[in-house]
Nanobody, 115 residues
Framework: QVQLVESGGGLVQPGGSLRLSCAAS????????MAWYRQAPGKQREWVAN????????QYKGSVKGRFTISRDSAKNTVYLHMNSLKSEDTAVYYC????????WGQGTQVTISS
């Protein structure tokens, strides 16, 4: 069955960096467009970035453009989110999923930006 396992979150000071990882299994990862999403407390889950199957085509939410970079390693069935210049408003639980989304989501990884 489909499994999406996010990791790499933590508590970071404003301006810091993190690299999130999402290990995927149970589907044709190398043929899939993958995306990162986040859900802040009291808010709906929102799309952050996506990457095409080839790894060449990427898109970003406006507020993270220039600070976040999505990448993938299809040999490892893993998608990454490199986050730099982190801000308090980036605090959220981060999830990955395929586009179109699977019904089931992983547990997410908590990212907290605070001094």
């Amino acid at each position: 069955q489909v499994q999406l396992v996010e990791s790499g979150g933590g508590l970071v000071q404003p301006g810091g960096s993190l690299r999130l990882s999402c290990a995927a299994s149970g589907f044709a990862f190398s043929d899939s467009t993958m995306a990162w999403y986040r859900q802040a407390p009291g808010k709906q889950r929102e799309w952050v970035a996506n990457i095409g199957s080839s790894g060449i085509y990427t898109q970003y939410k406006g507020s993270v453009k220039g600070r976040f970079t999505i990448s993938r390693d299809s040999a490892k069935n893993t998608v990454y989110l490199h986050m730099n210049s982190l801000k308090s408003e980036d605090t959220a639980v981060y999830y990955c999923n395929r586009i179109p989304n699977f019904d089931s989501w992983g547990q997410g990884t908590q990212v907290t930006i605070s001094s």
